[in-house]
């Protein structure tokens, strides 16, 4: 996994919120930040990655509560992406990757709620990428 797909991961986790949750996913969400994200944190790391989402493909798989998972993996090495995985680990629980398999996103162009997701990233990015430019300049 490269820094640039980590610091990807890491921004996404930070900018997931409330608003962007499906209503029926927002209780469980209380106690579980990452619960019920996992679509649009997926689709919004695929569409980040831009030269390299050539690389992986969009899995999906329903987990022991019937909840359907989202995550990448990369079709060459089957290294998996998953920017919500903690929302199992919290809970004691793996992923379901073994019940996955390769499928698109449920639109082509990024969703609404992915659309948000990708301008929240984008401006921490800008922030991000000043604010080093401001010391490297010291």
Known sequence: MTNDILRYIKLIQKSLSKDLLKKEYRELNDSNPFFGHC????????????????????CCGRDDND??????????????????????????????????????????SPSKRTTILIDRVKTKLAVDDATREKFEMK
């Open 39 to 58: 679509y649009v944190a997926t689709e919004t790391l695929y569409h980040l990655l831009d030269t390299e989402k050539d690389e992986f493909k969009p």
């Open 67 to 108: 909840i359907v998972h989202w995550w990448l993996q990369n079709k060459t090495t089957d290294e998996i992406l998953d920017v919500t995985s903690e929302q199992y680990h919290l809970v004691g629980k793996f992923p379901p990757y073994e019940k996955g398999k390769g499928t698109g996103f449920l639109t082509k």
